[in-house]
């Protein structure tokens, strides 16, 4: 069941309201409640992270496919991390590099230490972590 809209008044500083309109603009928001209440969203997903609750996400990696060590050893950090990987995906980007993506549901801490595993295999040339709520 969804709660019922609340309305509640903001006060800003004049420059800080304009920016957020600005900002707003370039994202694409209709208006300013949808994008405050995303902004909120987004502070809790921070939070929940960083206390080590439950999110979901993504770990995006590139590697250079040739060092056949780097593929292994990728593989063998996913296998480790086998309880919070929902799925991943291996893309071919080009003749050298692949990207992988690993979907991910799990603690905030489980997930970072697997993001960081990843990314400190020699030969991973870049890797990202984005985390979502899990839509509780």
């Known amino acids: 069941m969804k709660d019922k809209l609340v309305r509640f008044g903001v006060s800003l500083e004049g420059e800080l309201l304009r920016r957020f309109d600005a900002y707003i603009g370039v994202e694409g928001y209709d208006n300013r409640s949808k994008a ?10 921070s939070d929940a992270f960083r206390r080590g609750e439950d999110v979901a996400g993504a770990v995006t990696i590139v590697y250079d496919h040739h060092k056949r060590e780097v593929v292994n050893h990728i593989l063998d950090i996913q296998h480790d991390h086998g309880g ?12 050298d590099n692949c990207l992988e993506i690993v979907a991910v549901k799990g603690r905030g801490a489980q997930v970072k230490l697997l993001a960081d595993a990843l ?3 020699k030969g991973v040339k870049h890797a990202t972590l984005s985390v979502t709520g899990t839509g509780k």
């Not at 405050?36 to 997903?45: G, P, T, Y």
Request: glycine residues 0%.
């Open 36 to 45: 405050i209440a995303d902004l909120i969203r987004k502070e809790f997903v």
């Open 84 to 95: 919070i990987i929902i799925s991943s995906q291996h893309v071919h980007l080009d003749h």
């Open 119 to 121: 990314k400190s295999i």
